[in-house]
């Protein structure tokens, strides 16, 4: 069925989902406006038809409204309860976005993957398991290739894993074959209206199972453990402290942060029966991600690793805690309204650490929080210089047999357009000296 031939269809955001909803919608012989804040100069038109779409951009992209519209694609970075898209839904407009026309196309099974961090790892970790027992598996969400292009490749026997995020999952009515929930805590306050409403998004991934589904939580957190009670899925529970040891050995994989995201791997793994000696041999093989605690390389006796993904303190205490070795890390970026108290608590608990330079928006609050908790290494305020200048620092004050860590536990806005141009600037400027 083509519901949208002829219809009048806009697309809010133009990043890779705004693409893909594109392409799609070009297909389908829809009326096409896209619509996005970026001046068309900022974006990627690249191999476009311009005749096939209009554009609405700049600052003001919005003002022209989006009542006049039969359907709005709204990608994840734009807020759902934005008062045009309200006001649309009001005057029955069909709110829909990528994430939701995929759970409604799609043929195969499902499998989803929530929580504050470690999706992108688990997700792409319960891929590479399944690819190599043969089952005929793809990866999407905010990872692999874009949802809607994808489809006519998906048969009926084919699994897709999804990472999905709150934005995504803030409006869905649909839930997958198999939810898996990792740890959740505060993150994307400056999106979210408050920390409820986040979790009301992320309980999403479960609210609208079967009895025939499966529900895969981490049984050490309680925000985790608690999504058992919207569920009418089989729950099955993991934990890093329940992990085989044999899981646990030979990794590449650095953290034992990461053994929560084996577990919930192993545990979906064995809802398809999956060879163990194929399950040992792929978390054994399986390489970090690119900016998730990525090891760089090793240069006049100093280790860098980039974690720029790490946009919360969480995951950077996680971090810190996967060295033994002296640690220069590099802090902060932009203000998110998270509480940094819980960042400078955990960092006067851990010996190793020498060295903190601090950059971006929350640079006073990180001092403050390491001051309160009374941290007894070097601290050095940065403002907002260029990596060039911070790479040069954390050299300068570094030690031979130590480690240098980019992983900010802030998002890049104030200073970089996102944690992936954070993450290549870092690498590219730590290179320069190899």
């Known amino acids: 069925m083509n519901e949208y031939q002829g219809k009048k269809v806009a697309i809010l ?190 309980k999403n991934i479960v609210k609208h199972q079967k009895a025939s589904d499966y529900t895969v939580l981490n049984s050490q957190y309680r925000s985790s453990k608690d999504f058992a009670n919207y569920t009418r899925a089989k729950v099955i529970y993991y934990s890093k402290d329940s992990l085989a040891e044999k899981f646990k050995k030979g990794l590449i994989l650095r953290g034992e942060h990461n053994w929560e995201n084996i577990a919930a791997a192993v545990a979906v793994s064995k809802i398809y029966l999956v060879d163990e000696n194929i399950l040992l041999g792929t978390i054994r093989s399986f390489k970090s991600l690119e900016h998730r605690l990525e090891y760089i390389g ?16 969480l995951p950077t205490l996680a971090a810190l805690h996967s060295f033994k070795e002296p640690i220069t890390v590099i802090l902060g970026g932009y ?40 941290f007894k290494g070097k601290v050095i305020k940065m403002g907002s210089p260029i990596m060039t200048k911070i790479v040069e620092k954390a050299r300068e004050i570094s030690k031979q047999g130590g480690v240098v860590l980019l992983s900010p536990a802030a998002a890049s806005f104030d200073m970089f357009s996102n944690y992936k141009e954070r993450g290549k600037e870092f690498k590219k400027e730590v290179l320069k000296y190899k």
């Not at 090793?298 to 303190?313: L, R």
């Open 335 to 374: 203000d998110k309204g998270l509480d940094y108290d819980i960042l400078g608590k955990g960092i006067s608990k851990i010996d190793n650490i020498n060295n903190i330079i601090l950059i971006g928006q929350v640079e006073n609050k990180i001092f403050n929080s390491l001051k309160r908790y009374k």
């Open 298 to 313: 090793s240069i006049e006796g100093i280790d860098y690793y980039n974690d720029s993904f790490a946009t919360n303190p």
């Open 13 to 202: 955001g133009f990043g890779l989902e705004g693409r893909d909803s594109l392409n799609y919608l070009i297909k389908r012989g829809a009326d096409i406006t896209v619509f996005d804040k970026k001046n068309e100069d900022q974006m990627d038109l690249s191999g476009l038809d311009r005749s096939s779409f209009k554009l609405l951009c700049g600052e003001d992209y919005l003002l022209t409204g989006l009542s006049s519209f039969n359907y709005v694609f709204r990608s994840p970075g734009v807020y759902r309860y934005i008062r045009q898209i309200v006001e649309a839904e009001k005057k029955g407009v069909k709110i829909t976005s990528n994430t939701k026309e995929f759970f409604k196309r799609c043929s195969g099974e499902i499998i989803g993957v929530t929580g504050t961090k470690g999706k992108g790892t688990t997700a792409t970790l319960v891929y590479e398991i399944l690819k190599n027992a043969s089952k005929d598996v793809f990866l999407a969400g905010n990872i692999g290739s874009g949802m809607l292009e994808l489809l006519p490749m998906i048969k009926k026997d084919s699994l897709v894993v999804l990472e999905l995020s709150s934005f995504q999952l803030i409006d869905l009515q649909s839930s997958p074959h198999i939810a898996v929930v990792l740890n959740i805590t505060s993150d994307h306050l400056d999106w979210h209206k408050d920390q409820k409403e986040y979790l009301n998004a992320k």
